[in-house]
T-cell receptor
């Protein structure tokens, strides 16, 4: 079955540092890939998505590229801010709306 | 994207009681889902709420414990029945988007069972 594996946390960075959170997936078909963000005390917000190989999703300075050859969808940001502190979830979904989530990676950005 | 609200936002309940959580969407949606997020964990799908028919439950979740209603295309409820401390979690509803198999989530209901 489909599954998502993402980098274990927690991750602690200083402000303006470069961020990478690794995500790899296993899928039988052609899934869409997502990154969701959960700020403290809130629900999940869709951060970005990609629907096919080589697509790049981007939003708020974050980006991720759908790499079919490596089955990966790593999240990157060039310069993190304190306000980026949150839990980040990688996810995939196919035609049947069966969405699978990674374990989540907690990011803390220190001033 | 759809605007989703949940009530209550949080509650503290006694063991053995039941709590009904409401999920309201500002537009008609095809699919609605209920998830559980245990403390510090990822999301686990409880069931898909089907309009006009019984919900479809995932393995490990049963209707007697988590009855679900979906009377129309904008509203659903999840009841957590005969609660125990192990039911302390965040319960989230989500709805399907219009493209790319995406889902949009409500703010969640934070449940503590004493």
């Amino acid at each position: 079955g489909n599954s998502v594996t993402q980098m274990e946390g927690p991750v602690t960075l200083s402000e303006e540092a470069f961020l990478t959170i690794n995500c790899t997936y296993t899928a039988t078909g052609y899934p869409s890939l997502f990154w969701y963000v959960q700020y403290p005390g809130e629900g999940l917000q869709l951060l970005l998505k990609a629907t096919k190989a080589d697509d790049k999703g981007s939003n708020k300075g974050f980006e991720a590229t759908y790499r079919k050859e490596t089955t990966s969808f790593h999240l990157e940001k060039g310069s993190v801010q304190v306000s980026d502190s949150a839990v980040y979830f990688c996810a995939l979904s196919e035609w049947n709306n069966d969405m699978r989530f990674g374990a989540g990676t907690r990011l803390t950005v220190k001033p | 994207s759809a605007v989703i609200s949940q009530k209550p936002s949080r509650d503290i309940c006694q063991r053995g009681t039941s709590l009904t959580i409401q999920c309201q969407v500002d537009s008609q949606v095809t699919m609605m889902f209920w998830y559980r997020q245990q403390p510090g964990q990822s999301l686990t799908l409880i069931a898909t709420a089907n309009q006009g028919s019984e919900a479809t439950y995932e393995s490990g979740f049963v209707i007697d414990k988590f009855p679900i209603s979906r009377p129309n295309l904008t509203f659903s409820t999840l009841t957590v029945s005969n609660m125990s401390p192990e039911d302390s979690s965040i319960y989230l509803c989500s709805v399907s988007g219009t493209s790319a198999y995406e889902q949009f989530f409500g703010p969640g209901t934070r449940l503590t069972v004493l």
